[in-house]
């Protein structure tokens, strides 16, 4: 195998990082936040310029790929100065030992998860060969053997690999599901870092989200899986959903929710529920609205959906599922598999955290990603209820990676709130991108008798403007009085 070809992977991903860098460069956060911020931002950017070259008939190329780069060398304005994160320290070293771990065995194929035989990497070939997505391929193929109505940017990411290699081998492919798991973890240690989580805790949860997310995706065989992307969405979003609600906080809440709509059929009500969330909160906290800042949510996702359903309807693809009101006995017996499943070996019983939603509810601070979090749970009981099929089995083959899909984020609002020192825990609505009123760095909302905010003055908003430079044109955050 040529050099190339293996890191290839890398290759695209700096890529992707220099594609969303505009929208990362001007935000509040850490340096290693503001990484996850432009992968999301550019792999959102990557799906749709690569559907405008399928629109506009040109195929897939090295040479097509490289205007990916245009807006970072585009890009103007002074980059704000990212905040300090932690150091580096056993729990992180732990996690990524978990993680390489995951990344060798990816490269051996010996954990590859059948979806990527049957479904992503059959696609992500088939498009390759062709050069662009080959919906003719996808009308003629049994439908439940490749999901031809999911979206396609996993698969996308996989081709676009294979052509910048300039080959198609699968080992450097499987190793975008380690690449995501070490994303979901600097995500979610990012977010704990924005409250000041006390050291010793947060190395704590680093090293058990790093043990955990390795040991199932090779104990479950997650090599290749596109539920890494669905589960980045969530967790990338766990600040924003802390932050005091303002355009750019809106701009990269839109980003979290086309990834997940663009990632899987379950990222779309995931989707949904980050852009109603972040519309309640606007509401419920009196933030104002700008529009550029609705469209910034909005769009994204909306394009996504738009574009995807508009393929279905037009080349008839089958659907996958053919659901029916949920049913009491199914019901029943899908709540018994998914404790069954939560059980499994590989996730050395991590699920059960999922338990802790409903509780977290009661913690104002972080009741948005609770919601979100048990909403989507909820919808997922609520389609192994409504599926004519073995409830059982379809719950035992599918609930391990839901679950993944809202585990890290569940972990990091857990210990968001109940793990951080009282001075750093006590007071209210963290602002993660607003500055106060008088032009000064932001610092914690009194909210008396809330378990809930964090002192994020270094996430303060550097007032280098933002999307058509909507956040603060009188030297205030969005909506702030």
């Not at 080959?167 to 190793?175: A, D, F, S, V, Y």
């Amino acid at each position: 195998m040529s050099l190339r070809l293996a890191l290839a992977p890398l290759a695209l991903a700096a890529l992707l990082l220099l594609a969303g860098s505009p929208l990362a460069v001007r935000l509040p956060g850490t340096r290693p936040q503001r990484w996850v911020f432009a992968f999301v931002a550019g792999a959102v950017t990557f799906h749709f310029w690569l559907g405008l070259l399928q629109l506009l008939g040109v195929h897939w190329s090295v040479t097509a790929l490289l205007p990916l780069v245009l807006p970072a060398l585009l890009a103007r304005g002074r980059a704000g100065r990212p905040g300090p994160t932690a150091p580096f320290g056993w729990g992180d070293a732990l996690a990524l030992v978990c993680l390489l771990g995951f990344a060798a065995l990816a490269w051996t194929l010996w954990i590859t998860t059948p979806d990527f035989v049957y479904q992503w990497g059959v696609k992500a070939h088939r498009f390759f060969l062709a050069g662009r997505i080959d919906y003719r391929y996808l009308q003629e193929v049994p439908a439940w053997m490749v999901h031809p109505d999911y979206p396609h940017l996993f698969s996308e990411l996989m081709t676009a690999t294979a052509t910048l290699g300039g080959g198609w081998r699968e080992e450097p492919l499987l190793l975008w599901s380690p690449l995501l798991a070490l994303l979901l973890v600097v995500a979610a240690r990012e977010a704990l870092v924005g409250v000041a989580l006390p050291p010793r805790r947060l190395q704590l949860v680093v090293a058990a989200l790093g043990v955990g997310l390795g040991a199932f995706g090779i104990g479950h065989q997650m090599a290749g899986a596109a539920d890494w992307l669905v589960a980045l969405a969530l967790t990338a979003a766990v600040p924003l959903l802390l932050a005091q609600p303002t355009t750019v906080v809106d701009a990269q809440l839109g980003a979290c929710a086309a990834l997940a709509a663009s990632s899987k059929q379950e990222g779309a009500s995931l989707a949904a529920l980050l852009v109603v969330a972040q519309l309640g909160r606007h509401r419920v906290q009196r933030a104002g609205w700008r529009p550029w800042g609705v469209a910034a949510l909005v769009a994204p996702t909306a394009v996504v959906v738009v574009w995807m359903r508009t393929m279905i309807a037009r080349y008839q693809l089958a659907p996958t599922f053919h659901l029916t009101v949920p049913d009491l006995g199914r019901l029943r017996v899908a709540l018994a598999a998914m404790v069954e499943a939560a059980a499994t070996p590989a996730w050395l019983g991590l699920p059960f955290l999922l338990l802790l939603l409903p509780f977290l509810l009661a913690v104002r601070r972080v009741r948005p990603v609770a919601l979100v979090a048990l909403v989507q749970l909820s919808i997922y009981v609520a389609i192994f209820g409504a599926q004519p099929a073995d409830t059982r089995l379809l719950v035992l083959n599918s609930f391990q990676r839901l679950a993944l899909h809202l585990l890290p984020a569940t972990v990091a609002a857990a210990a968001i709130a109940w793990l951080g020192e009282p001075a750093a825990t006590d007071g209210g609505e963290a602002t993660l991108s607003g500055g106060t009123a008088g032009g000064g760095r932001a610092g914690p909302v009194d909210h008396p008798g809330d378990g809930g905010g964090a002192h994020l003055d270094h996430l303060g908003d550097d007032r280098d403007g933002d999307l058509a430079g909507g956040v603060a044109a009188d030297g205030q955050a969005d909506g702030s009085a």
